[in-house]
């Protein structure tokens, strides 16, 4: 049953879905990881396939930029679906020297000033939270094969462009311990939560709000290859 923002019929989609912000991640992903791949949707250019890994079906799809677009995508997988997980891989602005540029992290929090799990169901903490037990295997499956991560409190902010120019970020870090900033993490830890669903989030680091150095659009689209192959290898053992 398709939605107005996804063409797949039910059976198209695996239980486990990988979600980068960047549809034409997605496609580097599937092109480059999956076998046997079959897209199920193209809606609005938000690339989604399913294919396999290791002999194990898994599926990898856009969420777009920002916690209204993943709550749409998120919820809709979960609800119409029968996704059990899904796993976000992003990239994100460093906040502190600890996490440089193509570091992994992962989230065991994310912290926001959206509104929207207020506004979604009244939830009025400013804190969300993955599933343990995803987490778990993530960090198994990073020192199976010998990636480090780091681990610790995202900031998911609803502005890309903030007329704040002071240094806010020191405060996000040192107050609320903040390690970096990225956009969708807080609203797809609360779908999962509400509709008893698992998520996690695994970053790259992309830029740094305490050094100068970035790295290209074609780096972040292709080159983040380390929390792809976690996520990857995560995913076979949720079958």
């Keep these: 049953m398709s939605t107005p923002h996804n063409k797949a019929e039910k059976g198209d989609i695996a239980k486990t879905?990988?979600?980068p912000g960047d549809p034409l991640r997605a496609k580097f992903i599937a092109e480059t990881f999956l076998t046997n791949v079959?897209?199920?949707?193209?809606v609005r250019n938000?690339?989604?396939y399913t294919g396999e890994y290791k002999g194990v079906e898994v599926s990898v799809m856009g969420s777009g930029m920002?916690?209204?677009s993943i709550g749409i995508y998120s919820y809709e997988l979960y609800t119409q679906y029968?996704?059990?997980n899904i796993i976000r891989i992003g990239s994100a602005g460093s906040y502190c020297e600890e996490a440089n540029i193509f570091d992994v992290v992962i989230a065991d929090s994310a912290?926001?000033?959206?509104s929207y799990a207020f506004t979604q169901n009244g939830y009025d903490v400013d804190k969300t939270y993955p599933a343990d037990e995803l987490n778990d295997l993530i960090?198994?499956?990073a020192k199976e094969i010998g990636i480090p991560v780091i681990e610790g409190c995202v900031h998911s902010s609803d502005v890309f462009y903030r007329e704040d120019k002071t240094p806010y970020y020191k405060k996000l870090h040192d107050e609320l311990g903040c390690i970096c900033v990225e956009m969708e993490s807080f609203a797809l830890f609360h779908n999962a939560h509400v509709l008893?669903?698992?998520?996690?989030?695994?970053l790259t680091i992309s830029d740094s709000f305490v050094n100068s150095k970035v790295t290209s659009a074609e780096e972040r689209q292709k080159s983040f290859t380390d929390m792809m192959e976690i996520a990857l290898g995560t995913a076979v053992k949720l079958d």
Aim: charged share 30%.
């Design 66 to 68: 920002g916690m209204p």
């Design 139 to 141: 960090k198994e499956t």
């Design 46 to 48: 938000m690339f989604g």
């Design 17 to 19: 879905v990988l979600m």
């Design 111 to 114: 912290y926001s000033e959206s």
């Design 82 to 84: 029968d996704v059990e």
């Design 196 to 202: 008893g669903k698992k998520a996690a989030c695994i």
């Design 38 to 42: 079959r897209q199920f949707n193209d």
